[in-house]
């Protein structure tokens, strides 16, 4: 329920951005942080985008998520 | 890296002798416990020191007796049900939302997807059962905002939410609490701020420590929850520096403001939690699918023989629930925290199983 993943905004138009985290694509609203920009990175929860993030930590966190599908067969990360 | 893992585990050491006696640190949000299972944390830790689960997964704390109100919800034939997908599984008395196998249960992944439904469907209404912590309220929030701009009469919502800081301070109160210092979540963090832990370091002056959910953030806040036992330096810190700011997200504080207020509710396990639940502001009662279908309270009555409730206050491990792998597995759950991904015994079971199997091919 909490998780919340990277994601890098490619397109923007209002509050609504199309997302990318690792090749995925995500609807993604952004009214939660007014500022946005396209290519900037966030984190995403719930279909929103709630925190900036820099691309290191994104980085970082999409290599661990790629780490963890590799090895996790149970991998169960679909929730709210 | 390793350097950084010796540091920590030092302080460890420091704190646990200088207490003299078990040091417990409650992980607050369910997204920690699954990460120091499944990065294996818990063995590398000292012996005197405890890792306790606390009530940070939502579907775990949502209440017997809301899990009841969507079960009938959903009866009704008048009702599309919109939820995450957490919350079908969990039973109520009378079995889950997905044992009534009904097509108007939606499983959704935003509240926008939930706003869709209504739309596409003017003759049904709309129940969005919204249930989670500051992280999830404001995508709730936004969506009553555009239901009403929408002037979408058939979107209501049923708020299940609740507000982590007043689920702290009741464990805290509670008398048979054991708990020394809080590892807070990271991602209700990012919403409220860490400054928002201040109230609780006032009422009962334990650490605070914010952490992200890489196995390096969760060892090196615990090793700052150890530094500031062994420096009797205690505070409200936050490692989680690439997403949190000790002010938190300003504008999601202001949206969930504006549409929701704090109100005395319950907890599942906790009880009734003074100003630890959100309900819709009266001027969005229009939206609110308790009032809508005129759900006065919510009975609350909990399964025969779980004790899903005292797992999530720390006061018993899952092993300790006689139901625990015996009749409650993930397959067959009884409790929500064998349901949800997040929860404790459901952590307990996977990782405690994958041990076993290992052990035994071995």
Redesign the interface.
Known sequence: ????VPARIIELEDDKAVADAMGNKW?V?T????DLKVGDFV?V????A?????EK?AR??WD?FKE?EEF?D?S????? | MLRRILKAQNLMDCACRKLGRQLNIMEV???HTVSIF?NGIRPTLPKSLKLLSGP????CVTDQGYIDVTVELAKRDDVILAT????IRVPGKSGSLEQLNRSNVKVV?????ALNLARENKDKTVVFVA???E??T??TA?AVGQAADENLENFTVLSGHKLVIPAMKALLTDKNNKIDAFLC????S??IGSDAYKTVLDDFDVPCVVAGF?PMQVIEGIGEICRQIYKDDIKVESIYH???KPEG?P??QK?IDQYFEAFDGPWRGLGNIPGGTLRLKEEYAQFDAFKRFGIDQVPTEELNGCKCGEVLCGLIDPPQCPKFENTCTPDTPIGPCMV???GACSAWY?YGRRRRRRRKQA
């Open positions: 329920m909490c998780l919340a609807n609203r009214t939660l942080i007014p984190l929860h719930a279909g929103f709630i925190s900036t993030l820099d930590e970082e966190t661990l963890i996790d149970n169960n990360r679909v929730s709210g | 949000c369910g997204t499944r940070g997964c939502p579907v995450y997908g957490d919350m992944m935003s509240s926008d997807e249930v989670g912590f992280t999830t404001p995508a936004v979540p990271g991602h209700v990012v919403i890489e690439a997403a949190v997200n504008t999601a949206i949800s991904s997040e996977k």
